[in-house]
């Protein structure tokens, strides 16, 4: 959404030669994408960035789940967390086990959640003590608020596919704000990377505008990657469907109809992202290996100590979830997404048989895919989940973002002729340069990005065959 060379500058500096006509024919093109998208995605990076803010800060401050909100005493021992389960339960009377989430920090509490007739509750419990401290409806809460908003705008699935191609064209946001971002026709290079601060009026934002873009650049690439991963089209249809992990490297291991999805209780994303379509094993078979040693009931208990025991609490916290139905399993998992740990790599999902305590499977950040390492990774740190670093270079990162699209806003309303009513977006070139690159491009997005390239094909379309052969839309819109 910035001009950095005005159009009348532009003119004066156009020769006839075909080459410098190309160039400057091309520049105005990228310019017109550039503040195109920028108009669209503005709106909606502000959104993303201020809810990102809120998930981030509501999270460092009260918890995902608002067990940060309560400390406790320190004890003697730790009672067994069959006894903080029932303790649990005792609260919500109608209600059914479904996780044991152990302490944070020796002075948190343990969480139980439960499923009280549909309703998903967050009980906090005293681990020494066995006594329930508060209980609460889980995803109720302002941090929940935002994580709904900042995943659906709270429209759903049309939602889902307005941020899919919002972050579609914050892509070509930075790739055309690269081509416009360089100086250009002997201009100072140094501007490129440092701000001139003695600059007025258009010309002192247009450069802080440039600067901040490019050392944000790079950072929103991620960001938008990330993001768009977990869609329902380009994410999940395609990215996740290619990446999941197999299920056929548990040998000789039953799976089930049912994937990890349906672990991710209440619409929170708690399933690291390369196993959500990956098949959950069945209990009730002689597969697997020795795990609670036979004999010994296969509980709560048990489990939790069986997770202790393969050195899972040695990278932070972990969840035990209850198995569903007659052929569930118990999960211990510990992952960076659900804030288990600090440390991506050391993410880890064991599934436990019911009946015969034997591990059916155990998946750890090693057995990854590339790309579900990639997003492991990329998930906790566009979470600020891994460590304090994390947190403050992603509190200036959304500022960063609110400050681009703020600034391209502002740029916008000062280049506008006064009196003049509509976007007033730069002027569309005469010809259209490398037209064959471009649909070429346009072609390849459509693969790649479905909904950024069917869209980007249907506004170059509107804006070759419509725009420029009505005039009441072409002074509307340019």
Same mark, same amino acid.
């Given at each position: 959404?910035?001009?950095?060379?005005?159009?009348?500058?532009?003119?004066?500096?156009?020769?006839?030669?075909? $080459?410098?006509?190309?160039?400057?024919?091309?520049?105005?093109?990228?310019?017109?994408?550039?503040?195109?998208?920028?108009?669209?995605?503005?709106?909606?990076?502000?959104?993303?960035?201020?809810?990102?803010?809120?998930?981030?800060?509501?999270?460092?401050?009260?918890?995902?789940?608002?067990?940060?909100?309560?400390?406790?005493?320190?004890?003697?021992?730790?009672?067994?967390?069959?006894?903080?389960?029932?303790?649990?339960?005792?609260?919500?009377?109608?209600?059914?086990?479904?996780?044991?989430?152990?302490?944070?920090?020796?002075?948190?509490?343990?969480?139980?959640?439960?499923?009280?007739? +549909?309703?998903?509750?967050?009980?906090?419990?005293?681990?020494?003590?066995?006594?329930?401290?508060?209980?609460?409806?889980?995803?109720?809460?302002?941090?929940?608020?935002?994580?709904?908003?900042?995943? $659906?705008?709270?429209?759903? %699935?049309?939602?889902?596919?307005?941020?899919?191609?919002?972050?579609?064209?914050?892509?070509?946001?930075?790739?055309?704000?690269?081509?416009?971002?360089?100086?250009?026709?002997?201009?100072?290079?140094?501007?490129?990377?440092? &701000?001139?601060?003695?600059?007025?009026?258009?010309?002192?934002?247009?450069?802080?505008?440039?600067?901040?873009?490019?050392?944000?650049?790079?950072?929103?690439?991620?960001?938008?990657?990330?993001?768009?991963?977990?869609?329902?089209?380009?994410?999940?249809?395609?990215?996740?469907?290619?990446?999941?992990?197999?299920?056929?490297?548990?040998?000789?291991?039953?799976?089930?109809?049912?994937?990890?999805?349906?672990?991710? /209780?209440?619409?929170?994303?708690?399933?690291?992202?390369?196993?959500?379509?990956?098949?959950?094993?069945?209990?009730?078979?002689?597969?697997?290996?020795?795990?609670?040693?036979?004999?010994?009931?296969?509980?709560? !208990?048990?489990?939790?100590?069986?997770?202790?025991?393969?050195?899972?609490? !040695?990278?932070?916290?972990?969840?035990?979830?209850?198995?569903? +139905?007659?052929?569930?399993?118990?999960?211990?998992?510990? !992952?960076?997404?659900?804030?288990? $740990?600090? /440390?991506?790599?050391? !993410?880890?999902?064991?599934?436990?048989?019911?009946? $015969?305590?034997?591990?059916?499977?155990?998946?750890?950040?090693?057995?990854?895919?590339?790309?579900?390492?990639?997003?492991?990774?990329?998930?906790?740190?566009?979470? +600020?989940?891994?460590?304090?670093?994390?947190?403050?270079? %992603?509190?200036?990162?959304?500022?960063?973002?609110?400050?681009?699209?703020?600034?391209?806003?502002?740029?916008?309303?000062?280049?506008?002729?006064?009196?003049?009513?509509?976007?007033?977006? &730069?002027?569309?070139?005469?010809s259209v340069p490398l037209v064959?690159?471009?649909?070429?491009?346009a072609l390849l997005l459509s693969?790649?990005?479905?909904?950024?390239?069917?869209?980007?094909?249907?506004?170059?379309?509107?804006?070759?065959?419509?725009?420029?052969?009505?005039?009441?839309?072409?002074?509307?819109?340019?």
């Amino acid at each position: 959404m910035t001009d950095l060379i005005s159009a009348d500058r532009l003119a004066a500096q156009t020769s006839d030669t075909p $080459s410098s006509r190309t160039r400057t024919n091309l520049y105005r093109a990228v310019w017109r994408w550039h503040f195109y998208a920028g108009f669209f995605t503005a709106p909606i990076l502000i959104a993303l960035a201020v809810s990102g803010l809120m998930i981030l800060w509501i999270g460092v401050l009260d918890g995902r789940d608002g067990e940060n909100s309560l400390d406790v005493m320190l004890g003697a021992a730790v009672v067994a967390p069959s006894q903080q389960v029932q303790a649990a339960r005792s609260a919500v009377p109608s209600g059914k086990f479904i996780a044991y989430i152990l302490p944070h920090s020796a002075t948190g509490p343990a969480m139980v959640r439960i499923d009280d007739e +549909g309703e998903h509750r967050m009980v906090a419990v005293d681990p020494y003590r066995g006594k329930v401290l508060d209980s609460w409806s889980r995803r109720a809460g302002w941090y929940d608020f935002a994580d709904n908003f900042h995943g $659906s705008l709270l429209l759903g %699935n049309f939602g889902d596919r307005v941020l899919e191609i919002a972050a579609g064209f914050g892509l070509l946001l930075v790739a055309t704000g690269a081509y416009l971002w360089w100086p250009r026709n002997g201009g100072d290079r140094s501007s490129a990377f440092v &701000p001139n601060l003695a600059a007025q009026g258009r010309s002192f934002f247009k450069s802080l505008h440039r600067v901040v873009g490019f050392y944000t650049a790079g950072v929103l690439v991620l960001f938008l990657l990330t993001g768009m991963s977990w869609t329902g089209i380009w994410g999940e249809k395609i990215m996740q469907a290619w990446s999941t992990f197999p299920a056929e490297k548990w040998d000789a291991v039953p799976s089930s109809d049912v994937t990890h999805a349906v672990l991710n /209780e209440g619409g929170a994303k708690e399933v690291p992202w390369t196993l959500e379509q990956t098949p959950l094993p069945i209990s009730g078979s002689k597969a697997g290996r020795p795990g609670i040693a036979e004999g010994q009931p296969v509980d709560v !208990d048990s489990v939790t100590a069986l997770a202790e025991r393969l050195g899972v609490a !040695d990278h932070g916290r972990f969840h035990v979830s209850a198995p569903t +139905g007659q052929t569930g399993v118990w999960t211990i998992a510990q !992952d960076s997404m659900s804030a288990d $740990s600090t /440390e991506p790599m050391s !993410d880890r999902t064991i599934h436990v048989d019911r009946y $015969s305590g034997r591990i059916l499977a155990d998946v750890r950040f090693a057995d990854y895919s590339l790309a579900g390492k990639t997003m492991a990774v990329g998930t906790a740190f566009h979470m +600020g989940l891994m460590g304090w670093w994390n947190i403050a270079l %992603n509190t200036v990162f959304c500022l960063a973002v609110i400050f681009l699209s703020l600034t391209g806003l502002v740029l916008w309303w000062m280049r506008r002729p006064k009196g003049r009513v509509g976007l007033s977006a &730069p002027a569309a070139p005469d010809s259209v340069p490398l037209v064959k690159g471009v649909a070429f491009i346009a072609l390849l997005l459509s693969v790649v990005f479905p909904l950024l390239g069917l869209t980007l094909i249907a506004v170059i379309a509107f804006d070759l065959l419509v725009v420029s052969r009505v005039p009441a839309l072409k002074r509307a819109l340019g």
